[in-house]
């Protein structure tokens, strides 16, 4: 990956242990400066360290990306420190309530809307401008619950299917000004807190972690579930020039889970 982002300028929101945090240091090995924003002060430092130590620099903004005053200093912050931004990768998410949609309250729907698209869409709007000024790139994390309609997962999908429809109109109507909008759709991610999860599932089976993930990869074509940083090296990819002539595309990256 590296010189792949050479010197640019890359924003990530959403930045947390896990898949944030492996974009974010992807994006620094890559060569990019990078901007972190999350709502957790404590790991917005935890990796600005990790971003330094590969030599590039990092500037951290505590965000809550539905807040209008956050988003502005998020935006105006990064224009300071860096003059310029090159890539926005909009990782920030929320989980809606996991029920079926007979049965779901239809204010836990909005909440996961409200996250999810709608501030999504408001952050990307305010880093259009620098975005535009740069002929950048604006990179959507979604999901691979758009590949399958199992059941309590129709208010998340909802809400990432209405997140991938957002990605590929933007990607039309900012397109004449040379910024490129693509998603990335990952499946499983093999980080905490899918290995909580398996630990969970175990204990309550009397079975080992091993034998949960086993079970599990036996259903993807790699036999094996994806890290957080394969699926970071998706996003970087999108995010350079190596991908100049890719917009309005979802990756999936899922180690052959869905064929798309």
């Not at 404590?42 to 209008?68: H, P, Q």
């Not at 309250?105 to 740069?134: C, H, K, M, W, Y």
């Not at 979604?142 to 990607?171: E, I």
Request: proline share 4%.
């Amino acid at each position: 990956m590296s010189g792949l982002l050479q010197d640019k300028v890359v924003v990530v929101s959403g930045v947390g242990p896990g898949l944030g945090r492996s974009i974010a240091v992807r994006s620094a090995a890559a060569g990019a400066d990078v901007v972190l924003a999350a709502r957790t002060e404590a790991r917005l430092a935890e990796v600005a360290k990790e971003v330094t130590a590969l030599g590039r620099r990092a500037v951290t903004f505590r965000t809550d990306i539905r807040k209008d005053d956050d988003v502005e200093a998020l935006a105006e912050g990064a224009l300071t420190a860096f003059g310029r931004v090159d890539a926005l990768i909009n990782n920030a998410f929320a989980i809606p309530p996991l029920e079926k949609l007979s049965d779901v309250d239809p204010d836990g729907i909005r909440r996961g809307f409200e996250t999810n698209v709608l501030a999504a869409l408001a952050l990307t709007r305010r880093f259009l401008p620098a975005l535009q000024d740069s002929a950048g790139a604006v990179v959507f994390i979604n999901s691979a619950v758009l590949r399958h309609s199992r059941l309590t997962f129709g208010p998340y999908k909802m809400a990432k299917a209405a997140l991938l429809a957002l990605a590929q109109n933007l990607a039309t109507e900012v397109g004449p000004q040379g910024v490129r909008v693509n998603s990335v759709a990952p499946g499983y991610i093999w980080a905490d807190n899918l290995k909580w999860y398996f630990d969970y599932l175990a204990g309550e089976r009397g079975v080992t972690s091993k034998e949960v993930y086993d079970e599990t990869a036996a259903d993807l074509d790699l036999r094996r579930l994806p890290e957080p940083d394969e699926i970071a090296d998706a996003v970087v990819f999108l995010a350079s020039s190596m991908a100049s002539g890719i917009t309005g595309q979802c990756l999936d990256v899922n180690c052959g889970e869905w064929h798309h």
